[in-house]
């Protein structure tokens, strides 16, 4: 039985994927950035490669996108953006690999980075080479936006591996044909099968061998090193405080109020505060966490005073800001500004604050 998106385990989704989608949304005339604020994030946070949206947010902006921009095929237009240099170190790992098999190896090892709840299996014949998409959570009516974007995505992605097309691929996809398909279908340059039993790619083996144009063993080596380390740290920091600081980090307005981080977390507030506990955690730490983080981001900007900064993290005036941040570095604003403490010294002087 799978899971559904209130229950299970969250990973949360890049944010540049719902960054991408709201430009797309705003090139058709959807006001993107109200309905960012709306479903309670912060349209200048999203514009990231390191940071992720929590999975109740990701879905309820996508369902409200489809829904009021009245176009069902937003899943396909997202796939022709995804562009490998915007998958952070997984992407440029994929670039620089040496064949379309080591990449699609890459991609599969490293799904959870773009894409938690798929999994892939690879399936392979004589003549052909067959990878399954499966879902591990009940989407609902997401999961249609989603297989768009990840089938047509890969093959978008493909050709800017090799500069063409694979003659012989296909793609494969489980129920009857969308109504919207046909108005996208100049877009996916290779075959595309409605009524199959699995949502897959399907290509020649001898493509397997097919080299990448833009490989480099070097580079290579280092990306993968950077996926296996984003990869444990996402699979091992995956408890109830990392939750909840995804919601803050990406919260608008900014700080979110207690209640708001409950109820997009689908928990009372009373287990919000217990689940913390459990990890030795409060609301207000993780809160002030992201506040440091954030003013040291805000601090570099020199066109913006103390009074602004202050403004942009929640606080009543620049004195209060000033204080906190003394409490949390043994220096102020304006030391940490004119570089007289390194911006390095402010993660090590938080945790010992908290």
Partial sequence: MRTSISTARDLGMPAIYLHLLAELLRAIGVDEQELLLRVGLD?????????????????????????????????????????????????????????IEEALELMTRYLALPAPHLSVTRHHSEQHIRYTVSCEMDLGPLKGFIMDAMLFGCIAMGVQLTGTPLSGSRVLR????????????????????????????????FHLNHPIRFRNDRLASSA???????????????????RVR?????????????????????????????????????????????????????????????????????YADAANFTRAFKRWTGSSPSQYRNGSIPAEAAAPAMSVAL
């Fill in 43 to 99: 349209p200048s946070r999203l514009d990231s490669a390191y940071l992720r949206v929590s999975q109740s947010q990701a879905s309820e902006f996508v369902t409200r996108a489809i829904i009021e921009s009245g176009e069902p095929g937003l899943g396909i237009m997202l796939a022709s953006e995804l562009k490998l240099p915007l998958q952070g170190a997984l992407g440029t790992a994929v670039m620089s690999s040496r064949t």
């Fill in 224 to 242: 993968r090193e950077q996926c296996e380390q984003a990869l444990q740290e996402l699979t091992g920091d995956a408890g109830f405080a990392c």
């Fill in 246 to 314: 995804r919601v803050i980090e990406t919260s608008h307005p900014f700080p979110p109020k207690l209640a708001r981080v409950a109820a997009t977390l689908f928990v009372s507030e009373r287990t919000l505060k217990r689940r913390l506990q459990e990890e030795d955690a409060s609301f207000q730490n993780l809160v002030d966490q992201v506040r440091l983080e954030r003013a040291g981001e805000l601090l570099q900007d020199m066109d913006m005073n103390l009074s602004q900064v202050a403004d942009a993290l929640g």
């Fill in 174 to 205: 489980k129920g009857p044909e969308p109504t919207y398909f046909q108005r996208f279908r100049h877009r996916i340059p290779v075959p595309v099968e409605y009524g199959a039993s699995e949502d897959a790619l399907l290509l020649p083996s």
